[in-house]
């Protein structure tokens, strides 16, 4: 145990440092960060496919309901595929916002 640092690993180190404080970030990607195109991909392909099915199903329930079967889950469907257009949007304006926002900061700088 020595009580005074070594000088000469000192200096390296703070050598060392300077050089990797002047390296230049990685690049930004077009995604948000924990998150892969495929993961983006496939969460909006659920979206859509839930809003259609949500949809088809309380077309069907009502249809039955009232006993008008095919008119209500036709509407209902479309309904539910506008509903997830709408919601496939939402989620990439949302992820548009997340991923220029950062690039915006690093230009202004």
Avoid: C, H
Avoid at 18 to 30: A, E, F, I, M, R
């Amino acid at each position: 145990m020595a009580s005074e640092p070594d000088p000469d690993r000192l200096r390296d180190l703070e050598t060392r440092l300077q050089k990797v404080k002047g390296q230049t970030p990685p690049p930004q990607t077009n995604t948000v960060k924990g998150f892969s195109q495929g993961e983006v991909a496939w969460r909006m392909v659920i979206e859509l496919a839930t809003g259609i099915v949500l949809g088809s199903g309380i077309g069907y329930g009502l249809d039955v309901l009232f006993g008008t079967l095919p008119i209500l889950l036709i509407v209902f469907s479309l309904l539910g595929f506008a509903a997830g257009i709408r919601t496939m949007l939402g989620t990439a304006r949302e992820l548009g916002k997340t991923t220029t926002a950062p690039a915006a900061k690093d230009e202004g700088s």
